[in-house]
């Protein structure tokens, strides 16, 4: 019964500002490292950018200087700060993330259903 949500994407003008939040909910005994991937339109999914639990990050070349992955431990929550947004950045954003569960004490990855980013020129 572990889910992850995503909210906080919508429509913006390039060279705006988003914030991504991704929250697990369920029967959690622990959480590893958590994530965020896009798919843009027509194009493959590719990795964002990963954050471990202790804080170390992991970024994507295309995101470096531009996007920030943080978690709030207290609240099950992966946050992605996307700023000066371009339109090669419109795709639908996927948070996932390493956990066990309560009722299976073994590592599993889970995805959330995804939240839409288009960024307009």
């Known amino acids: 019964q572990v889910q992850l949500v995503e909210s906080g994407g919508g429509l913006v003008q390039a060279g705006g500002s988003l914030r991504l939040s991704c929250a697990a909910s369920g029967s959690i005994f622990s959480i590893s490292a958590m994530g965020w991937h896009r798919q843009p339109p027509g194009k493959q999914r590719e990795l964002v950018a990963t954050i471990t639990s202790g804080g170390s990050t992991n970024y994507a070349d295309s995101a470096k200087g531009r996007f920030t992955i943080s978690r709030d431990n207290a609240k099950n929550t992966v946050y992605l700060q996307m700023n000066s947004l371009k339109p090669e950045d419109t795709a639908v954003y996927y948070c996932?993330?390493?956990?066990?569960?309560?009722?299976?004490?073994?590592?599993?990855?889970?995805w959330g259903q995804g939240t839409q980013v288009t960024v307009s020129s």
């Open positions: 996932n993330a390493n956990i066990a569960s309560y009722t299976s004490w073994r590592y599993q990855n889970y």
